[in-house]
């Protein structure tokens, strides 16, 4: 780590009033993923800007029925919070599928919008990489790419975002709330992170400065029927080869809503609406939910590692849509049902 | 070779002084923001039950207990704990007497190098303060980022599922 300043903002004005008058500064909250770069050198920082204590109340019910996460907050305190276990099940499940306890004892709701994505070539400074360093090429593409994207992909980018927290978030049209120094904007989760393009160095849309306050769950939170499933090289632990969240919504045998937002296939959850709308209207069969997975992963490419991910996605789709039908059979850390 | 990578960078001039309330007693010291929890306590107040494994978070050697969660020492900085309870593998046993916990390790030879152990119990100290840990499998889950080279796992898994069980954990 290179030698740098501290600051414990108080305020989140304060915060972005500091953080604006430096060159090269950044905001820490859990410090989980930060602190790792630091360490590796990926990155230099002149002054770190402590959000710690902006924490308020983790979880927070709206007059309009929608639920306002802390973004200071910790993911345990969210995960374990009794209005998120009892309306949001599947965020709570997918966050307790992610990292380990100590992690998500510390690691925060913003933070975790913003980590980096763990591209084993990102990490490893002695290569070229695009998103590291605009223009140095992709050491990925033709290398050992088995963790990578198959979706959403292009020629200067093939790396995945890696949370799991932010696969449910999705699935339950979240909304981020953030404060920066022109004032305050929402933005929708489908908005929130980007596909690499040719701009693989930024991972979203939040401008400079730009400090996240808080993420709103719209008032349905699908408690009867959902499923994360996450898909990886040891059962706990590790981040998703695949993951799945699936959030439905049933009425006698027929689908009224449904949501299915996919992790680790792509720079950012992915969703497509199509294999929703077909799905919505029909029952709740293997043979829909099949026909669904193809909608979803149409499109896909894969490199010379990771082509097992196509038809595991499709059947990671199919399996834990059929999981959300008895979400109680549900094993700890996203493990496939029994 | 620029000459310039002879003369020393200029030191910043940015120590903090923090206090921290360790194994109960209250500490001051003055740092640099960059020094993690975990060199704080190692190589600045000699407290080396603490364990640095693999100083990335990856496999929970340096769990310690703040403000009683169980957190990694090695990805937080101290200036960041300012003012916290920060409690060690030195602050476990009480008087004379080993932890329940610490007795189960000995008892079920769930240690080999011993090198993971201290993280191990302070773990499975802040797993028993979470209160979430209900079945076999929930343990196992919840205490998966603590990892053991030695693979002496089941008979860490056995320790706690008996304190656990005895229920002489508090
Ligand atoms: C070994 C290991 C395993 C992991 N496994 C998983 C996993 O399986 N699944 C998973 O989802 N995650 C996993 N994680 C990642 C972990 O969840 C993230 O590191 C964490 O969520 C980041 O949150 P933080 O508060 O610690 O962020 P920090 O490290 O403090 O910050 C991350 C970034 O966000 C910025 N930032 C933080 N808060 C704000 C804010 N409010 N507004 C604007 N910017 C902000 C910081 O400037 C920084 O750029 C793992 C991490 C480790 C170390
Ligand atoms: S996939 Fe993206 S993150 Fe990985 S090396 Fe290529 S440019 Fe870098
Ligand atoms: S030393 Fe902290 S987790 Fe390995
Ligand atoms: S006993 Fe050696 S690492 Fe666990």
Redesign the pocket.
Known sequence: MNDFNFYQSKAPVDAIQEISSLENA????????????LKYNL?TVEE??D?NH?KSESVKELENGAVLLD??S??ADTAYHPIIEDRYPLLSK??L????AQ??N???????????T?CYYFYDANTPCNKREPGSGCSAINGYNRNMAILGTSESCIAVF?????IALSALNATVN?SGPDGERKIDFTDFHRLPGDRPHLDNN?QPN????GIELPEKGFVSNYSYL?L?DRNS????LVSVATAMDLEDDLIKDIRIAL?GVAHKPWRVKAAEDFLIGKTATRDNFAAAAEMIIEGATSYEFNSFKIELAKRAIIRNCLMALHPETQLPGAQPSA | MQTETLTQPLEKTNSKIITLKINGVETQISLKPWVSLLDCLREYLDLTGTKKG?D???CGACTVLCDGKRI?SC?TLAVMKDGSEITTIEGIATGNGLHPLQKAFIEHDAFQCGYCTPGQICSAIGMFNEGKAKTEADVKELMS?NLCRCGANTNIINAIMEVKNGGDHE
């Open positions: 950044k905001y820490i909250a859990g410090g989980t993923n930060l602190i790792d770069l990155l770190l800007v959000v902006l973004a200071f910790t993911n997918a966050i599928a992610g990292a380990s992690i998500r510390m690691a925060t709701n913003g933070g975790n919008l913003l980590q980096r763990r890696p949370s799991d927290m932010c953030v939040l730009e400090l996240i306050t996450k990886r632990y590790a981040f998703a992790g | 693999c990335h978070g990856q990694l990805l980022g």
